[in-house]
């Protein structure tokens, strides 16, 4: 399974656009890159995945590198709302999500 | 649309108790189903899921069990509580394939 690496904590100016980086250099051709949030005190939601292309929701977008070593999760206005961690799962479509340590962001006003 | 609940939301109970906790899925059939737990301050673990009535899988060795009992009902259980049961227990539904979740609000779980 791809070992993703995600900075423990990153700050983030309402308004402003959040982006996250996840590196999985070890990615494997049939894995797919997928991000969580969890908001304090909630379960985790489901914002985007995508395999090799970039992908946009009404969420995010996520970017990935073209070797896909790579990946930014970009929220293009962050709102205090937006406050959360944040996971990059890289796993195969047949396999459990692992969640790892992830990205504290803060969004401050 | 899929609504997933859970409860209790929070509970308190002391060593060696038993536990049961319920969740259902509304709005969808045939739904993979998750628990999961997340000890104060760590990641999410993993603890069962199933991919239909009867069908239970455990990831981790311990103190707990699940039943699906129907199709949009999972349940987990314990005969007897240890201190280390203590956390945030939370249930989940995909369909189509484990990597896209849809978690419920969660169960808070002390254990004294």
């Known amino acids: 399974d791809a070992k993703t690496t995600q900075p423990p904590s990153m700050d983030c100016a309402e308004g402003r656009a959040a982006n996250l980086p996840c590196n999985h250099s070890t990615i494997s051709g049939n894995e797919y890159v997928y991000w969580y949030r969890q908001i304090h005190s909630q379960g985790p939601q489901y914002i985007i995945h995508g395999l090799k292309n970039n992908e946009t929701n009404e969420m995010a977008s996520l970017i990935i590198t073209e070797d896909r070593k790579s990946s930014t999760l970009i929220l293009p206005h962050a709102t205090l709302r937006d406050t959360a961690v944040y996971y990059c799962?890289?796993?195969?479509?047949?396999?459990?999500?692992?969640f790892g340590t992830g990205t504290r962001l803060q969004v401050f006003p | 649309s899929q609504t997933i609940h859970q409860w209790p939301a929070t509970l308190v109970q002391p060593v060696g108790s038993p536990l049961s906790l319920e969740c259902t899925v509304e709005?969808?059939?045939?739904?993979?189903l998750y628990w999961y737990r997340q000890a104060a301050g760590r990641g999410l673990q993993l603890l069962f899921y199933?991919?239909?009535?009867?069908?239970i899988s455990s990831e981790v060795p311990q103190n707990l069990s699940a039943s699906r009992p129907q199709d949009r009902q999972f349940i987990l259980s314990s005969k007897k509580l240890l201190l280390s049961d203590s956390g945030f227990y939370l249930c989940?539904?995909?369909?189509?394939?484990?990597?896209?979740?849809?978690f419920g609000p969660g169960t808070r779980l002390l254990v004294l």
């Open positions: 709005g969808t059939s045939n739904p993979n």
């Open positions: 199933s991919v239909g009535i009867g069908q």
């Open positions: 989940a539904w995909s369909v189509g394939g484990p990597l896209v979740q849809y």
């Open positions: 799962i890289v796993r195969a479509r047949s396999s459990q999500l692992i």
